[in-house]
T-cell receptor
């Protein structure tokens, strides 16, 4: 079945450091890929997405490129801030039917802490 | 309005109680979802409603009973829960070829 393997955490970085969180996937067909972020005590927020190979998703300084040849969707940011501290989930989406039924398969999540 | 709202924010219930979680969205989405998230784990899909009909049930125990009264509302009725059912319950709406799922803030459920 479909699966997402995500970099183990927790990850602790100093402010302004470069961030990479690795994500690889196993899936048949052509899934869409997402990064969601969860701040303490909150639900999930979409950070960025890519719907086909070679697409680059970007938002708030974060970027990820859909690499079909390496089945990867690594998250990067050039200079992290304390406010980026959160849990990051990589996810893939498969459509089940024509009526928008779909399943999101999540990675285990990576807890990121940025210290001043 | 790009928000999914959930009530209550917190819920404590005994194993013999009956309670309901509520979710609402006004984005015109025709698919809505219930997820369960245990501490330090990713969300796990429970149910999917599409056009107000149950389309996916991920083998969830019958003590969880979903209901979709209309296209904006999604309920999760709880009865005879176990302590291991304590978790954050997330509602989402949207999805499809061009849209992502929008998540609500969740209801944190504690079963005593």
């Amino acid at each position: 079945g479909d699966s997402v393997t995500q970099m183990e955490g927790p990850v602790t970085l100093s402010e302004e450091a470069f961030l990479t969180i690795n994500c690889t996937y196993t899936a048949t067909g052509y899934p869409s890929l997402f990064w969601y972020v969860q701040y303490p005590g909150e639900g999930l927020q979409l950070l960025l997405k890519a719907t086909k190979a070679d697409d680059k998703g970007s938002n708030k300084g974060f970027e990820a490129t859909y690499r079909k040849e390496t089945t990867s969707f690594h998250l990067e940011k050039g200079s992290v801030q304390v406010s980026d501290s959160a849990v990051y989930f990589c996810a893939l989406r498969k459509l089940i039917s024509n009526f928008g039924n779909e399943k999101l398969t999540f990675g285990t999540g990576t807890r990121l802490t940025i210290i001043p | 309005d790009t928000e999914v709202t959930q009530t209550p924010k917190h819920l404590v219930m005994g194993m013999t109680n009956k309670k309901s979680l509520k979710c609402e969205q006004h984005m015109g989405h025709r698919a809505m979802y219930w997820y369960k998230q245990k501490a330090k784990k990713p969300p796990e899909l429970m149910f999917v409603y599409s056009y107000e009909k149950l389309s996916i049930n991920e083998s969830v125990p019958s003590r969880f009973s979903p209901e979709c009264p209309n296209s904006s509302l999604l309920n999760l009725h709880l009865h005879a829960l176990q302590p291991e059912d304590s978790a954050l319950y997330l509602c989402a709406s949207g999805g499809g070829s061009y849209n992502e799922q929008f998540f609500g803030p969740g209801t944190r459920l504690t079963v005593l």
